[in-house]
C-alpha cells in the first residue's frame, strides 16, 4: 500500500470526518485526479517540438501524454481544425500519489522565493489549479534536452464541492498554502 494512501485512510479521513462533522466515510473529500497539461503554440510552425515535449511530458508525469487538438480554424493564428496543440496526462491510482509527492516534497520547495501556495488557484467547484513558468522546476528533466521553456498547468481534482473542505484535505496531505 502506498503510504500517502495509508496517511489518508488512517489519519487524514477520520480527522476531516471529525472536523467537518460528516456523517459517512465516502463524504469525506479524497484525490480523484491530477492532470497535467501543456500548451504548444509554436507546434503550428514545427512539427517536431510535439516529439520533444512528448518526452519531456513522459518524464515529468510518469505516464504517456496524449496530444490535445484544436477544435476549430482561426485564421490569424494560421491554426486549422484538428493540429495538434498541447499534450496532457491524466494521472490516478498510485501514479498520481506518486505525482503529488514529487510535487509537493520536491518540486514546489525548490522554487525560488516560495512562500506557499496562494488560496485564489481554487475554482468552484473544490479543485486546485496550478501554473508553472517553466517545466525546468522538474529535477526529473535533464537541462540539455531542454530547448525552451515552457509553462505548464497541474490540475488536482478533488471529490470535495467545497472549496474549504478540499483546502483542508490538501494541508493535511502536505500542500504548503500561504499563511
Not at 465516502?26 to 515535449?53: E, H, R, S, T, Y
Not at 488560496?119 to 479543485?127: A, M, R
Request: charged content about 30%; glycine content about 8%; cysteine-free.
Amino acid at each position: 500500500m502506498h503510504n500517502l494512501l495509508k496517511k489518508y485512510q488512517e489519519i487524514v479521513r477520520p480527522k476531516l470526518k471529525k472536523e467537518f462533522d460528516l456523517q459517512n466515510d465516502l463524504q469525506v473529500p479524497g484525490l480523484v485526479k491530477i492532470v497535467v497539461n501543456m500548451g504548444l503554440n509554436d507546434a503550428i510552425n514545427n512539427k517536431g517540438i510535439i516529439d520533444k515535449v512528448i518526452k519531456q511530458l513522459r518524464i515529468i508525469a510518469g505516464q504517456e501524454p496524449s496530444v490535445t487538438k484544436s477544435r476549430k480554424a482561426i485564421s490569424a493564428f494560421k491554426l486549422r481544425k484538428g493540429m495538434p496543440m498541447g499534450l496532457k496526462v491524466t494521472l490516478r491510482g498510485t501514479r498520481m500519489l506518486d505525482f503529488w509527492e514529487k510535487l509537493v516534497k520536491i518540486v514546489l520547495p525548490r522554487q525560488r522565493d516560495f512562500k506557499g501556495i496562494a488560496d485564489k488557484g481554487f475554482d468552484s467547484q473544490g479543485n486546485l489549479n496550478l501554473g508553472f513558468k517553466e517545466q525546468t522546476i522538474f529535477p526529473d528533466l535533464e537541462y540539455d534536452q531542454i530547448d525552451k521553456a515552457r509553462g505548464l498547468e497541474i490540475t488536482v481534482v478533488t471529490s470535495s464541492t467545497d472549496k474549504s473542505q478540499a483546502k483542508r484535505l490538501l494541508e493535511e496531505l502536505g500542500m504548503p498554502f500561504k499563511k
